[in-house]
């Protein structure tokens, strides 16, 4: 079956470390994979968008990876913050002729100062 | 200011009762969605409209209906059908097809229970 993973146990860290967050799937071909924002009680902010044929994507604090052999994605926040504490979702597009972003379940990051 | 608007915040249905989320999207998008997010649970798909008067079923369009008549609105009705509607519901906007960039631009969302 088709699947995507996110860890479901949240990730605490210390300010000024990096933070690192999975995605892995199963039984999809994505043409590209998202990585959004979203704060409680809030929707989804888009944060960065990888394609299939781009290893490595930067924004700022912010780098994301995909690996199609290892069928994963690796989102990285460097010198994290307090108000990067939120919870960050994985998309990916299974190619089906129109985009029907999938969702992960996403990971809940907390930063302690 | 553009974005996507969403509302009631907060939606309270009673048994046997339809009701009507509203979404309104001024980023002259295409696209429209409509997402269900529970808890442990990642994003689903009720809904979508690539286009004016047209829209398609997604992946848990039982007991929902929706209708596309302005590009700019994109309306979800919860109907008496949906026996477990409590969730919170995100509409959501894209170019549309033929975009390079397809991120999709959400709403706030509507925080929907049951009475």
């Known amino acids: 079956s088709q699947k995507i993973e996110q860890n479901s146990e949240a990730l605490n860290i210390q300010e000024g470390k990096t933070a690192t967050l999975t995605c892995n799937y199963t039984n999809y071909s994505p043409a590209y994979l998202q990585w959004y924002r979203q704060d409680p009680g809030r929707g989804p902010v888009f944060l960065l968008l990888?394609?299939?044929?781009?290893k490595e994507k930067r924004k700022e604090r912010l780098k994301v990876t995909f690996d199609t052999t290892l069928k994963q994605s690796l989102f990285h926040i460097t010198a994290s913050q307090p108000a990067d504490s939120a919870t960050y979702l994985c998309?990916?597009?299974?190619?089906?002729?129109?985009?029907?972003?999938?969702f992960g379940t996403g990971t809940r990051l907390l930063v302690s100062p | 200011d553009g974005g996507i608007t969403q509302s009631p915040k907060y939606l309270f249905r009673k048994e046997g009762q339809n009701v009507t989320l509203s979404c309104e999207q001024n980023l002259n998008h295409d696209a429209m969605y409509w997402y269900r997010q529970d808890p442990g649970q990642g994003l689903r798909l009720i809904y979508y409209s690539q286009i004016v008067n047209d829209f398609q079923k997604g992946d848990i369009a039982e007991g929902y209906s929706v209708s596309r008549e302005k590009k700019e609105s994109f309306p979800l009705t919860v109907t008496s059908a949906q026996k477990n509607p409590t969730a919170f519901y995100l509409c959501?906007?894209?170019?549309?097809?033929?975009?390079?960039?397809?991120?999709?631009?959400f709403g706030s969302g509507t925080q929907l229970s049951v009475l």
């Open positions: 959501a906007s894209s170019m549309g097809v033929g975009a390079t960039n397809e991120k999709l631009f």
């Open positions: 998309a990916l597009d299974p190619s089906t002729g129109f985009q029907k972003l999938v």
């Open positions: 990888i394609r299939e044929n781009e």
